[in-house]
């Protein structure tokens, strides 16, 4: 069955250093995978996708991804932390009867 | 373009009272149309997932319903409201292209308290 693991429930940086929130994925074929953003009190905001294409996928504010079939893993990434992604984040996928599957959320902490 | 509405974007229920959750989808056809709820630090909880007029599963025994009187429309009840029924429902809506699932598309959410 399909579902995705986000491996840190919270993650803490500090402004201006590296962003890495990690999600495996468990597939029996080749997934879609998303990362969405949470602001509280909010919807949820589409960062980026992988849809079979390339597997490096750059998405709105400076976030990436990077598709790794032989880690079934969707990483995301930023270089450099900023106040404003202080946020929750989540990894998606579908499973085969179309339904979306959420991670669990990694709250992400950005110092000053 | 493609825009989805969702309101109230606040509610406070007593308990025992009906809920009404509306959620409409401008742009697009025959959408796939989701009701999620977000407790407090949680995740989001898939309630109900509709693939077209008519066509809803219920993923979790619970205090609601909902219903697609619309291909674009989308809504969630309760005929009495629990306390438990407390929290962030979103709504949200995806399309098949060629054959793949495309990203979804979420409301602003309604937060809902029940006292």
């Known amino acids: 069955a399909q579902s995705v693991t986000q491996l840190d429930s919270h993650v803490s940086v500090s402004e201006g250093t590296p962003v890495l929130l990690r999600c495996n994925y468990s597939?029996?074929?080749?997934?879609?995978l998303f990362w969405y953003v949470q602001h509280p009190n909010k919807g949820l905001q589409l960062l980026l996708k992988?849809?079979?294409?390339?597997?490096l996928v750059k998405g709105i504010n400076g976030f990436e991804a990077e598709f790794k079939k032989s880690e079934t893993s969707f990483h995301l990434t930023k270089p450099s932390a900023h106040m404003s992604d202080a946020a929750e984040y989540f990894c998606?996928?579908?499973?085969?009867?179309?339904?979306?599957?959420f991670g669990q959320g990694t709250e992400l902490s950005v110092k000053p | 373009s493609q825009t989805i509405h969702q309101w109230p974007a606040t509610l406070v229920q007593p308990v025992g009272s009906p809920l009404s959750l509306e959620c409409t989808v401008e742009?697009?056809?025959?959408?796939?149309l989701y009701w999620y709820r977000q407790a407090a630090g949680r995740g989001l909880q898939l309630l109900f997932y509709?693939?077209?007029?008519?066509?809803i599963s219920s993923e979790v025994p619970q205090n609601l319903s909902a219903s697609r009187p619309q291909d674009r429309q989308f809504i969630l009840s309760s005929k009495k409201l629990l306390l438990s029924d407390s929290g962030f429902y979103l709504c949200?809506?995806?399309?098949?292209?060629?054959?793949?699932?495309?990203?979804?598309?979420f409301g602003q959410g309604t937060r809902l308290t029940v006292v």
């Open positions: 992988y849809t079979s294409a390339a597997t």
């Open positions: 742009g697009t056809s025959n959408p796939n």
């Open positions: 597939s029996s074929y080749s997934p879609s």
């Open positions: 998606v996928t579908y499973n085969q009867g179309g339904k979306l599957i």
């Open positions: 949200a809506w995806s399309a098949k292209r060629g054959g793949r699932d495309t990203e979804a598309f």
């Open positions: 509709s693939v077209g007029i008519g066509q």
